[in-house]
T-cell receptor, first 114, second 117 residues
Framework: AQSVTQPDIHITVSEGASLELRCNYSYGATPYLFWYVQSPGQGLQLLLKYFSGDTLVQGIKGFEAEFKRSQSSFNLRKPSVHWSDAAEYFCAVGTEGSARQLTFGSGTQLTVLP | GAVVSQHPSRVICKSGTSVKIECRSLDFQATTMFWYRQFPKQSLMLMATSNEGSKATYEQGVEKDKFLINHASLTLSTLTVTSAHPEDSSFYIC?????????????FGPGTRLTVT
C-alpha cells in the first residue's frame, strides 16, 4: 500500500525567505504526486502535480517541486514566501488504476512571520 | 472551470438524526467522486469512491450503512450520515474527477463542517 510522510508538522518562516516543505512517499509503481494547499476551513487547491517527464515541476503561486526517485521524495519549494502563503500544505500520492485514489500525508502547517 | 460545490457548508444536528451533504460538479461531468473525512489538524482520510450509477466502494473501516453515498448523476453525489453521533462530528470534503479525460485530477469542494450535539 502507498504512504506519504511529511516529516515537518509545523514550519515558520519570515516573509521573503525561501521555503522547502518535505515529502517522502512509498509506492511500488510509478507515482503520481501532488501538492495541495488548504486555507482554514476550506477545501484543497492543487498547487502542482507530477505524472512523468521533467522532474522539476512548476506550479501556481510561484511554487515548484522536484521529484527524486532515488530518494522517494517530492519536496515543495518557493524562493520567496508571501504572508498569504500561510496555510496547511498536503502532499499526496495517486494510485494507478481507473480510480486514481489519493493518499495524503499528514500535512505541514506553514506560518509566515512579518 | 472545474468548480465543485458542497452544501451545506456547516450543519449542526442532534444525536440520532440523519444529515445529507451534497457535492456538485458545477461546470463539468464527474465520472468519479470521492468523499473524505478530516479531523482537526489532521490529514484527509478517504472514506469512499463512487462512480455514477454504481455502488460506492468504501475504504476499510468505514461503515457503509452509516455513511450512505449516492451518485445519482454525473454532477451530483450525496453523503448521508445516518443516526449521527458526536463522534461523527468532522469536516467532510468531496472531490470530483473527470477520469482520464483530465489526467485523473481531483477537484475539491470547500468542505462541510458537521457538528453533532
Amino acid at each position: 500500500a502507498q504512504s506519504v510522510t511529511q516529516p515537518d508538522i509545523h514550519i515558520t518562516v519570515s516573509e521573503g525567505a525561501s521555503l522547502e516543505l518535505r515529502c517522502n512517499y512509498s509506492y511500488g509503481a510509478t507515482p503520481y504526486l501532488f501538492w495541495y494547499v488548504q486555507s482554514p476551513g476550506q477545501g484543497l487547491q492543487l498547487l502542482l502535480k507530477y505524472f512523468s517527464g521533467d522532474t522539476l515541476v512548476q506550479g501556481i503561486k510561484g511554487f515548484e517541486a522536484e521529484f527524486k526517485r532515488s530518494q522517494s521524495s517530492f519536496n515543495l519549494r518557493k524562493p520567496s514566501v508571501h504572508w498569504s502563503d500561510a496555510a496547511e500544505y498536503f502532499c499526496a500520492v495517486g494510485t494507478e488504476g481507473s480510480a486514481r485514489q489519493l493518499t495524503f500525508g499528514s500535512g505541514t502547517q506553514l506560518t509566515v512571520l512579518p | 472551470g472545474a468548480v465543485v460545490s458542497q452544501h451545506p457548508s456547516r450543519v449542526i444536528c442532534k444525536s440520532g438524526t440523519s444529515v445529507k451533504i451534497e457535492c456538485r460538479s458545477l461546470d463539468f461531468q464527474a465520472t468519479t467522486m470521492f468523499w473524505y473525512r478530516q479531523f482537526p489538524k489532521q490529514s484527509l482520510m478517504l472514506m469512499a469512491t463512487s462512480n455514477e450509477g454504481s455502488k460506492a466502494t468504501y475504504e476499510q473501516g468505514v461503515e457503509k450503512d452509516k455513511f450512505l453515498i449516492n451518485h445519482a448523476s454525473l454532477t451530483l453525489s450525496t453523503l448521508t450520515v445516518t443516526s449521527a453521533h458526536p463522534e461523527d462530528s468532522s469536516f467532510y470534503i468531496c472531490s470530483a474527477s473527470q477520469g482520464a479525460l483530465k489526467g485523473y485530477e481531483q477537484y475539491f469542494g470547500p468542505g462541510t463542517r458537521l457538528t453533532v450535539t
